[in-house]
């Protein structure tokens, strides 16, 4: 792995700083949450932590030459970031949130209140989970309820949550990432990346099992991954009201850094246009 560490040092070194400063953003001392609901800090405390650790595991198996491996968390950062900015721009960003929390429960419905009893440190405000996901189900009908199951808050697939955004911010690229980026990480998710992992041997008709450490990868998924640590970090200093400007500043600068270039990303685009029928509406 030092080849690795060698070649991709410049690369590294950004993601290591992109780290640093998100840190800092949710550091002790900073006001993060003041005046903000139990349930909203809650939830947004859950995303962040989640969202940062997404990051490390990306970079950390990048660091080890597991490059497709850090395709799948950096594909669950993009899905991620996509709820986050949802939140963001949602006309109730308390309901939103609070749905948000009682997603996780409505995945495991029989267990919603084991789990709430046997988490108390979650609050007195999730005791009623059983009750509120009875009142949710109620009020949406049972078509809703399990398309809110499935996808969240927004009931929305990620590419029509993708395709969404687009048409609420202002010069979103939301569809375009998942266009180009999406469905190549989600070969590693799927399963339909196993050329990356056996070869044909020509020399004797017989098959390289690949289990060492790879380059592959590893520059567009560092990248990508520190451009969407840089966009979360922007929404959670928004939605908290950190007015960390100089935290932004500096991740612009470093995601900048990292910046593909246009023939880059061509390649990428023709690559991924050839297999982005196989995850639509992934």
Known sequence: ?????????????????????????????????LGKKRSF?????????????????????????????AQVCHRAMYELFLQLKALEVSA????????????????MERQAGLIAKWSPKLGPELADVPE????????????????????GPMRESVA????????IVKGGTFRWTYDTYYPQASGPAHGYDLFDFATLRKEDDGILMVL???????DAVISS???????????????????RADI????????????????????FSNKAAGTSGSSSGS
Request: one cysteine or more; a negative charge.
């Open 132 to 151: 509120r996901i009875a009142e949710l189900k109620k009020e949406v009908g049972e078509e809703e309820y399990k398309a809110f199951v499935r996808c």
């Open 92 to 107: 109730d960003r308390e309901l939103f949130a609070r749905q948000w929390l009682l997603w996780c429960f409505a995945n």
């Open 248 to 267: 932004v500043k500096r991740l612009d600068e470093l995601s900048y850094a990292l910046k593909p270039s246009a023939e880059d990303l061509a390649r």
């Open 212 to 218: 060492c450490p790879s380059e592959n990868h590893i």
């Open 225 to 243: 991954s520190v451009w969407n640590l840089r966009d979360s970090v922007v929404v959670i200093d928004s939605v908290w009201g950190l007015n």
């Open 41 to 69: 800090n809650l939830c947004m405390s859950a995303v962040t932590a989640k969202q940062l650790r997404f990051f490390c595991a990306t970079v950390r198996l990048c660091k080890m030459g597991l490059g497709n491996e």
């Open 1 to 33: 792995m030092a080849a690795i560490a060698d070649r991709f040092r410049r690369q590294f070194e950004i993601a290591d700083a992109a780290w640093d400063a998100s840190i800092e953003l949710v550091s002790s001392g900073m006001g993060v949450g």
């Open 160 to 167: 029509d949550l993708a395709t969404h955004l687009d048409t």
